[in-house]
């Protein structure tokens, strides 16, 4: 397969202060082969953070990494941002995501992951009229999918199946980005990916939250029985994937992202207890303790797994992470840098977490 000649020189990033969207900036950069500007787009919501990016903007601020604080539903902000940039790039990562926060009030969830996805699709179309060296990237999830029974893996062909409203609005955004490449030639790729872990991620997820509720000394909640069935991939690795499918993607094409790493959702969190005592130099049995059962969360989906085959054989990718090594460096990570964490643990987060977590 040839390699699509895309310009890659000015890249606008949305989502950029978020999880992997901060992680994705920091890794291009780090990329001797990247030469060309990022434009970090984020709201800043209560999971955006500006300190994720402190360094970069430090170094590359005003020169090559641009941050403007909005939201992509403001339709003359992008659009705006599109011609001030001459943006020949989308690597849309904004979203809402986390799937409790969709129970309680999915209405945001439509309004940024659908609206926000058409929006930008149409600034892209507006402004790149019928230009064949650019690309817009669509990062999405295998939640789309649905649930997998004991065996089997989703593919790129796997039948759309959300079960909550977060999945639903994201299969959304799916059909928008490949209904323009469909409709209008918009040059259009999409990757789905599997639970994605690592530093700067908000502590509302599982891998941090049980972290830093072990550091406190507070309930590990686990939801049901603990065996819903999750596939891990870090987020470096994540982000390497998304890269290869920017430069060397199929136009309408969507590449699966995973981790062939299955793991029980209580298998995780006796891990975390595992590597957490050792660090610590305690007994694990102890930490094991706070494990707390809680009610399970409605339409939780039993077992997720991806077939990463596509972006394997077309473009090379390969994990370099090992989920016992990157597990190690996640939980490190969040105990050397507690003023990040207290800079995220406040506010909003704090008094949701309190009223969905700890008094259950």
């Not at 090559?64 to 001030?84: A, K, M, N, P």
Request: charged content about 25%; aromatic content about 12%.
């Amino acid at each position: 397969m040839t390699a699509p000649k895309r310009k890659l020189q000015s890249i606008l990033v949305t989502g950029g202060s978020g999880f992997i969207g901060s992680n994705f900036i920091r890794w291009l950069f780090n990329k001797p082969d990247f030469t060309g500007r990022i434009i970090n787009l984020d709201a800043l919501t209560y999971a955006g953070n500006p300190c994720n990016l402190a360094d970069i903007d430090e170094t590359w601020g005003q020169s090559r990494y641009f941050f403007h604080q909005g939201d992509i539903t403001e339709t003359e902000l992008v659009r705006d941002i599109f011609s001030q940039y001459d943006i020949d790039t989308v690597v849309h990562f904004a979203a809402e995501s986390h799937v409790d926060r969709s129970i309680h009030g999915p209405a945001e969830f439509i309004q940024t992951n659908v609206m926000g996805t058409f929006i930008l699709l149409e600034a892209a179309r507006e402004h790149w009229r019928g230009r064949d060296d650019v690309l817009f990237h669509h990062i999405s999830t295998d939640e789309v999918y649905g649930s997998l029974g004991k065996t089997g893996k989703f593919t790129e062909t796997s039948p759309y199946d959300p079960r909550s409203p977060y999945s639903a609005s994201k299969a959304g955004g799916d059909h928008f980005a490949s209904a323009y490449f469909h409709t209008y030639n918009l040059p259009v790729t999409i990757s789905n990916c599997s639970n994605n872990y690592g530093p700067y991620q908000f502590p509302e997820k599982l891998i941090p939250l049980m972290i830093l509720n072990m550091d406190a000394g507070k309930p590990l909640p686990v939801y049901g029985d603990g065996m819903n069935v999750r596939d891990w991939v870090h987020v470096d690795d994540h982000n390497d994937g998304v890269w290869r499918v920017i430069k060397g993607g199929r136009n309408g094409r969507t590449y699966n992202i995973g981790g062939g790493n299955e793991q029980h959702n209580i298998d995780v969190v006796k891990t975390l207890c595992a590597v957490y005592a050792e660090l610590k130099g305690i007994d694990h049995r102890e930490i094991e303790k706070l494990i707390s059962f809680v009610k399970d969360r409605p339409g939780h989906d039993r077992r997720y797994a991806i077939d990463s085959t596509r972006i394997r054989r077309e473009l090379g990718w390969k994990h370099s992470v090992s989920f016992a090594s990157g597990l190690r460096r996640t939980v490190r990570w969040y105990l050397e840098n507690k003023d990040w964490v207290e800079t995220v643990r406040t506010g909003e987060y704090r008094r949701w977490l309190e009223k969905n977590y700890e008094k259950r």
